[in-house]
T-cell receptor, first 111, second 115 residues
Framework: DAKTTQPPSMDCAEGRAANLPCNHSTISGNEYVYWYRQIHSQGPQYIIHGLKNNETNEMASLIITEDRKSSTLILPHATLRDTAVYYC????????????FGKGTTLSVSS | NAGVMQNPRHLVRRRGQEARLRCSPMKGHSHVYWYRQLPEEGLKFMVYLQKENIIDESGMPKERFSAEFPKEGPSILRIQQVVRGDSAAYFC?????????????FGPGTRLTVT
């Protein structure tokens, strides 16, 4: 699975957009980019995934560059409850794919 | 629509005892994964199971740890003769499998403390 690189921490004001970057320069053609987050000590929560097109769901948007070497997770209107560690993971969608969690980005949303 | 359930949520064991952690996947999910999160560290994959089969146990310690997912009932992660280094949060996740394995739903975890 491709290795991803994320900044260790970011700050965001409540109500503003939070843009979390991720580099995955060695991603292969059949590998997806998916994002999870872990709030405090809870179980990780799936957010969104994409292959090469930009994606949007009720939680976030995912922008993937044309060369697929990097992506950005966007939380359009961050709230205090979005404070969490965000993980960017690259891998296939084959059955049994184990998620390989790095250190992620700690996002702190403040009022 | 119940999510992934894990019990107990907190478990305290003395060194040398056995720990049994249970996981009930989401309804309709037949693929189960176990992950471990040591204090101040990231989550690490341990084992992947389907009903009655261990598919990938590449992340499991070679000794004292075992996992099962019987035809009926929850998945069980068993740790025999626990040591202090086993103290961690153990998370179970489930997925539909096949084409949506990246979309894993996690339980709240079991916090194991070895005294």
């Amino acid at each position: 699975d491709a290795k991803t690189t994320q900044p260790p921490s970011m700050d965001c004001a409540e109500g503003r957009a939070a843009n979390l970057p991720c580099n995955h320069s060695t991603i292969s053609g059949n590998e997806y980019v998916y994002w999870y987050r872990q709030i405090h000590s809870q179980g990780p929560q799936y957010i969104i995934h994409g292959l090469k097109n930009n994606e949007t769901n009720e939680m976030a948007s995912l922008i993937i560059t044309e060369d697929r070497k990097s992506s950005t997770l966007i939380l359009p209107h961050a709230t205090l409850r979005d404070t969490a560690v965000y993980y960017c993971i690259a891998g296939t969608n084959q059955a049994g794919t184990a998620l390989i969690f790095g250190k992620g980005t700690t996002l702190s949303v403040s009022s | 629509n119940a999510g992934v359930m894990q019990n107990p949520r907190h478990l305290v064991r003395r060194r040398g005892q056995e720990a049994r952690l249970r996981c009930s996947p989401m309804k309709g999910h037949s693929h189960v994964y176990w992950y471990r999160q040591l204090p101040e560290e990231g989550l690490k994959f341990m084992v992947y199971l389907q009903k009655e089969n261990i598919i990938d146990e590449s992340g499991m310690p070679k000794e004292r740890f075992s996992a099962e997912f019987p035809k009926e009932g929850p998945s069980i992660l068993r740790i025999q003769q626990v040591v202090r280094g086993d103290s961690a949060a153990y998370f179970c996740a489930s997925s539909l499998g096949r084409t949506r394995s990246y979309e894993q739903y996690f339980g709240p975890g079991t916090r194991l403390t070895v005294t």
